[in-house]
């Protein structure tokens, strides 16, 4: 197993997260596994079973495929091929022993043989079915097929010739492109609804471009979000969107204009909050000539804009009672007037509206009309916060660093490992407005051809979480227990007592005094350091007697 590709690992701990190469993995009993296999074949029978199992494996090769590249952008294309076998050890399917490798993505040739040892797979069909007939790799091959065929973008399929299953002494492998096989049609069949030669588009990111922009994330928090938006997209009806500062409910809203019926017309954003009390109503409804001083031009409000399209209202829970009042009676009776007009004018817009804030709450603390929110609230949807769908987060960098390196003509190479572990495990509280500003900082700081690294990135006083876990020598370290800096401080004879007061007097000092953020660079809590600190200060005292 090389480096490059144990380094792809990683271990939050806190999260419940396991990355490999920025996609999130899961560990599952090996044993669960054949269990799970022997039912599907009970429940559906050996073909169905065979073809489900195949695609499965399918679609996770055809995901390594896609890493193979950027892990090892300037190797040969025989050391790059070789990241799919490698990782199929690494996730712990199979030992893949090359016989013979031809690989050449220029012509497209392509002709490999190899011996597994150990399949996960084939030893537990041994266990719970015997020795059968037929092979017993089916996830591993399609592994393989899908690995192959995205990497050489043409359809490739392995079979195994030799099974554990079937009484060999090991299982051995061949690819070929699918039309060179006499036979093809046969095995083709079990890739049925992997699209053989093409990646599933079930892991693909959603989204599609919105003024230059996309809506993008994968996480189970976005995907209810984004079902929402698709069930209320075809209809005039109010949606309130909620969530907090920079979780992107702008980007939501436009996309919400763009999938309705209303696409063809205007979206008109208004940000309450940045607009001053005595302009508000000539700003929403429009103003005739004369109205008040400085009104010297007749001009229309937001509501007219709109008119025939979407209007946006951000920061709804920054109204004053009196806009309240008056937005109220625009949506109650579906039309208005200009400021100082008398021509009565028909709202023709779908309503959008958005707060940070908890509306509810407002409504009781009496600083919210109640019925303004329940006309507001016909359909919420609240986006949640990123440290809620860090699954989104390998989706998100990849897109903004593609977006940034583009606007800023920078040739950065994507991301530095522990730069990936600072962004996995830290806590966004702006949200993906931050990111977004972490990247953006990051790629104009990077130098060209080379990765964005940690220091590019977190240069803003941003205080990182407790770090992920990464592999180190072999085995799982939390990075920064470093095992060569743990040996320098036993051989310079320092005692635990003294490192420990030693590394919070440093943490204490980077925040500037604060106990919660020192605590939480130290990765422990904020009662822990101040016991740890008494404890310190009650062990000095005694050394001291
Ligand atoms: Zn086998």
Redesign the pocket.
């Known amino acids: 197993m090389s480096d490059d590709l144990f380094n792809q690992l990683h271990f939050d701990h806190a999260q419940g997260h396991i990355w490999l190469a920025g996609r999130r993995m899961m560990m599952i009993h090996a044993r669960a596994f054949g269990l799970l296999r022997h039912e599907v074949i009970e429940a559906v029978g050996l073909d169905k079973a065979r073809g489900v199992f195949t695609r499965q494996g399918y679609n996770s090769g055809a995901m390594d495929a896609e890493i193979a590249a950027k892990v090892r952008p300037d190797a040969t294309i025989e050391q790059m091929f070789a990241v799919g076998p490698e990782l199929h050890m690494l996730e712990g399917m199979v030992r893949t022993d090359p016989v013979s490798v031809k690989v050449d993505t220029a012509t497209g040739t392509f002709a490999a043989e190899y011996i ?1 040892r150990g ?1 996960t ?2 030893e537990a069909h041994l266990e719970l079915f015997g020795r059968g007939a037929y ?3 089916w996830s ?1 091959i399609g592994y393989a097929s899908g690995y192959a065929s995205v990497f050489l973008g043409r359809p490739i399929l392995f079979r ?1 010739v ?5 009484g060999h002494e090991c ?1 051995r492998i061949v690819g070929r492109p699918a039309d060179e096989w006499q036979d093809g049609d046969g095995d083709v069949r079990y890739m049925r609804g992997s699209q053989l030669g093409e990646v599933s588009p079930a892991h693909l990111p959603r989204g599609k471009p919105i003024l230059g922009r996309q809506i993008v994330g994968a996480s189970a928090g976005f995907n209810v979000a984004f079902d929402l938006l698709g069930h209320v997209a075809d209809t005039d009806a109010v949606v309130l969107f909620s969530g907090e500062s920079g979780v992107g409910k702008e980007i939501f809203a436009r996309n919400l204009h763009a999938m309705g019926r209303r696409a063809a017309g205007p979206f008109i954003a208004v940000n309450c909050a940045a607009i001053p009390e005595n302009l508000l109503e000539a700003e929403l409804f429009g103003v005739e000539r004369g109205a008040f001083t400085g009104a010297n031009v007749s001009r229309p409000g937001r509501f007219e804009r709109a008119s025939g399209g979407t209007l946006f209202l951000d920061e709804i829970g920054t109204l004053s009672l009196a806009a309240q009042g008056k937005l109220l009676r625009a949506i109650q009776e579906g039309e208005f007037e200009r400021v100082g007009g008398t021509k009565l004018q028909e709202s023709d817009v779908r309503l959008v509206a958005a707060t940070n804030s908890d509306l509810r709450a407002a409504v009781e603390a009496g600083t919210f009309r109640a019925d303004l929110f329940y006309r507001l609230n016909v359909f919420p949807i609240r986006i949640p916060p990123l440290r809620e769908r860090r699954a989104d987060l390998p989706l998100l960098m990849e897109h903004f660093l593609a977006l940034y390196a583009e606007r800023h003509g920078r040739r950065v190479t994507g991301f530095e490992e522990s730069a990936i572990a600072a962004m996995l495990g830290y806590d966004w509280p702006g949200n993906i407005r931050e990111l977004e500003n972490v990247i953006e900082r990051g790629v104009i700081m990077a130098r060209d051809g080379e990765p964005l690294r940690q220091h590019h990135l977190f240069s803003g006083g941003e205080i990182l979480g407790p770090p992920v876990w990464r592999p180190q020598g072999g085995s799982l370290q939390p990075p920064g227990s470093d095992p060569g800096a743990a040996a320098a401080l036993v051989d310079a004879g320092l005692d635990l007592a003294t490192v420990e007061k030693q590394m919070i007097e440093r943490a204490l000092a980077n925040a500037s005094g604060n106990r919660t953020r020192a605590a939480r660079q130290l990765g422990i809590t904020r009662s822990q350091l101040i016991y740890r600190l008494s404890a310190g200060r009650a062990r000095d005292e005694r050394n001291s007697n």
């Open positions: 597994w399949s797979e084939c092979p017993a790799g591993q195994e030799e099974c554990v299953a079937m299982c």
